[in-house]
């Protein structure tokens, strides 16, 4: 199973009106590196598989991120080296 599976098992087809967002207070320091995103009213998530990342200040110098929008026109992952 990849994160991209786990992504679609769990996506609901309709989001929520965006009024029921909100900023919590683990925005700059999550408990998981995954950020769910909204780019031109389309929604994608952007996530780091190595936990590391938000405990060890060294691994900020350089990341690996994933992206995946569950779009028809991304026919593969997105892999970003930061």
């Given at each position: 199973n990849s994160p991209q599976d786990a992504f679609?098992?769990?996506?609901s087809p309709t989001p929520p009106p965006v009024s029921s967002y909100y900023v919590g207070s683990m925005l700059?320091?999550?408990?998981f590196p995954i950020w769910l995103?909204?780019?031109n009213?389309?929604?994608s998530i952007l996530f780091c598989t190595n936990r590391q990342l938000l405990?060890?200040?060294?691994m900020e110098h350089v990341?690996?991120?994933?992206?995946?929008s569950g779009q028809p026109l991304q026919k593969k992952p997105v892999h970003l080296t930061i």
């Open positions: 679609k098992a769990t996506a700059k320091t999550p408990t995103c909204n780019i009213g389309n929604y405990s060890d200040w060294k990341f690996d991120l994933h992206f995946y």
